[in-house]
């Protein structure tokens, strides 16, 4: 069965750190560009980053550049993202999604075929 | 940024009806690469359509797609008890990637 499935969402405080992490299963890991999307519950959903199905290029939304870093690790069919300086607005369910029918050769413009279910994260003190 | 603007915010409806579902994009979207998701309470999105009008593996063809310049259109046949639910867009012609607000079809 392919499945991705989402941890290390929690409670954080302004300003500290947290790791999400998407473990990939049923599916060559390696094949697929791999994306993280967000959703404040009750809100809509917005893109947050994406990574080559090799880690050469990466993308990030305006909101979070510079605060959040996404790799991957094929060898281990996982997905990360790297939160730092986490602030109140960061507060939402994190999906990670399988790049599909993508534009171009990075698949960092792509639709979405697969997601996890979501870890959540929520920034408070 | 493309600002993908959805409409109406909710739709009531009756199971057998036909839905239409509005996206209207701020400016061109490349090649028409704009999808729509379905997402139910508590689960994740669901991927229906693709490049603006094929659809995805495994849906349904009572699901349909079509773009005017920049307007999208999502349409459901007939509306099966199922397919109540909240739909979004997604341009992914540009970065950065962005969806609609979101359209709710509800039961009237």
């Known amino acids: 069965e392919v499945q991705l499935v989402e941890s290390g969402g929690g409670l954080v405080q302004p300003g500290r750190s947290l790791r999400l992490s998407c473990a990939a299963s049923?599916?060559?890991?390696?094949?697929?560009?791999m994306h993280w999307v967000r959703q404040v519950p009750g809100k809509g959903l917005e893109w947050v980053s994406g990574?080559?199905?090799?880690?050469?290029?990466?993308d990030y939304a305006d909101s979070v550049k510079g605060r959040f870093t996404v790799s991957r690790d094929n060898a281990k069919n996982s997905l990360s993202l790297q939160m730092n300086s986490l602030r109140a607005e960061d507060t939402a369910l994190y999906y990670c999604?399988?790049?599909?029918?993508?534009?171009?050769?990075?698949?960092?413009?792509?639709?979405?075929?697969?997601w996890g279910q979501g870890t959540v994260v929520t920034v408070s003190s | 940024e493309i600002v993908l603007t959805q409409s109406p915010g909710t739709l009531s409806l009756s199971p057998g009806e036909r839905a239409t579902l509005s996206c209207r994009a701020s400016?061109?979207?490349?090649?028409?690469?704009l999808a729509w998701y379905q997402q139910k309470p508590g689960q994740a999105p669901r991927l229906l359509i693709y490049?603006?009008?094929s659809r995805a593996i495994g849906i349904p063809d009572r699901f349909s797609g079509s773009v005017s310049g920049t307007d999208f259109t999502l349409t459901i046949s007939r509306l099966e008890p199922e397919d109540f639910a909240v739909y979004y867009c997604?341009?992914?012609?540009?970065?950065?990637?962005?969806f609609g607000g979101g359209t709710e079809v509800e039961i009237k």
């Open positions: 990574v080559t199905w090799n880690s050469g290029n990466t």
């Open positions: 400016q061109s979207v490349f090649n028409t690469y």
């Open positions: 997604q341009q992914y012609g540009s970065s950065p990637l962005t």
């Open positions: 490049g603006a009008s």
């Open positions: 999604a399988r790049a599909k029918y993508c534009t171009g050769n990075t698949c960092l413009r792509s639709a979405f075929d697969i």
């Open positions: 049923g599916f060559t890991f390696n094949d697929y560009a």
